[in-house]
């Protein structure tokens, strides 16, 4: 009977200071874990609005750099590709980050007039090889390469060049 009433309540200071701390430890590292799941959340998620991630496609148009003729062709192509419910063309450019493309794209090809074929922006130099297997060019059914006018000529001839070299060294046309 005497133990009975031990149990009941008459316990001492030191076991519930003991549970005390065990339970707000248990707070605080669950609050930590929920913190570090939100912030690699929110890091993937930052990745994937710059472009960082892969391009998964097969029979897209890879265009390689940006120019003034961009918007033209790329209506053309989504006349082209109309036929078929549309089609994906995928732009890979140092001129600009992929977040600007992608204003200029929604700005200057609104959907409406696109007929189903998408846009997808990836900030990168063409004559990377990381850079166009992040393009996926090696399962490109067509590859464009936009002359940069803002360099002399032959500037833009070398890095044509350049550019054509990485695509068949880096992606097994060697």
Sequence with gaps: ?????????QEG????LVGVCLVLSGMLFFALL???????????IDSLKQGKGPVIEENHTLVLGWS???VPFAREVAKANESEGGGVIVVLSSMFGK???DERVLRELPPAEMGGTRVVCRHGDPVTISD???CAA???RAVVLLSDETVPADISDALAVRCVLALRA????G
């Design 1 to 9: 009977m005497c133990r009975l009433r031990r149990l009941s309540g």
């Design 13 to 16: 200071v030191a076991p519930r």
């Design 34 to 44: 929920v913190g570090l799941i939100g912030e690699s959340i929110e890091a993937k």
């Design 68 to 70: 003034d003729k961009f």
């Design 99 to 101: 977040e600007e493309m």
């Design 132 to 134: 166009l297997r992040r």
């Design 138 to 140: 090696d399962t490109a």
């Design 170 to 173: 880096g992606l097994g046309g």
